[in-house]
């Protein structure tokens, strides 16, 4: 299981092509993979102003790859020995743009999980990018963190679900080597060039692609607020180590843009296999 974002990087058609020639992967949608079809097909950015790699990444997906990227599901309900049925989403079952973290409070959990089957009693979510497992009002929620822009340490981080059991794990890749590898085998090139048959951010403006998100928010659901959005930058009354480590220590001060991840991370290239890891280590 994937839980969406698949293709917005320097190797967009590489990792989708990779994803795709295995068979025993099931892909859920991100709203990064609904960004790149909107911009792939000329239409304006869904989720705010369209970073330049997304201009450019969505200009290299064929058509054919941007059908696929449209037709994903979101959510996707499996079978999971020791589970039961496992809802697979990106943000939450509702929202694939939703933000819930760790000590999200319970309430706002609840919103999210409300129109889930009672038998639905354990959720995989993304989007956030930060690992952690928790109980919410009896459900388990496991959010195996980002295989291609971690929050915290670096590396390509999954989770591993067996028996009952939930193993969160990180694979440690040489970050070097896979900025190498990518660097001589893709040419992005600058903002100034990405005038040539894709749409600039200035035009993105022109369409309306700056409207907010909260434009699209579904009507009775209330605005996340900063704590949600941000999360907490110190362990907080959780005493959970891993808020910490969310962010760089020069961040804690900053705006919430700036606690974004780097936006073009190595670490895919591990799990897809175009970069040998050193090996699978817990979180």
């Not at 709203?31 to 290299?60: H, K």
Request: glycine letters at 10%; one cysteine or more.
């Amino acid at each position: 299981m994937v839980c969406g974002d698949h293709a917005a990087g320097p190797q967009s058609v590489q990792v989708l092509d990779r994803l795709t020639g295995l068979d025993n992967v099931v892909l859920v949608r991100g709203n990064a993979d609904r960004e790149l079809v909107a911009l792939g097909r000329g239409e304006p950015s869904t989720v705010g102003e369209a970073y330049d790699i997304d201009l450019w990444a969505a200009g290299q997906l064929s058509p054919a790859h941007l059908d696929l990227l449209a037709g994903l599901p979101h959510p996707v309900v499996l079978e999971v020995a020791g589970f039961g049925p496992v809802v697979f989403c990106h943000g939450t079952p509702r929202d694939d743009d939703e933000v819930v973290l760790v000590d999200t409070r319970l309430q706002r959990w609840a919103e999210a999980f409300a129109d889930l089957p009672a038998e639905a009693r354990t959720v995989v979510c993304g989007h956030t990018h930060m690992p952690f497992v928790r109980l919410v009002d009896r459900r388990l929620v496991v959010n195996p963190g980002s295989i291609g822009m971690p929050y915290g340490r670096p590396g390509g981080h999954w989770a591993l679900l067996t028996g009952g059991d939930v193993f969160l794990r990180r694979v440690q890749v040489d970050a070097d080597a896979a900025v190498a590898q990518v660097g001589h085998a893709v040419h992005i090139p600058r903002p100034a060039d990405l005038g040539s048959g894709l749409p600039t951010r200035d035009l993105q403006r022109r369409r309306g692609a700056h409207r907010l998100r909260s434009a699209r928010r579904p009507r009775n659901r209330p605005a996340t607020n900063d704590r949600d959005r941000a999360g907490r930058d110190r362990n907080g009354a959780h005493g959970n180590p891993m808020i910490r480590e969310t962010f760089s220590s020069d961040s804690r001060s900053g705006s919430a843009a700036d606690r974004r991840p780097a936006r073009y991370s190595w670490s895919i290239l591990a799990r897809v296999g175009f970069i040998r890891p050193r090996g699978d280590v817990p979180v």
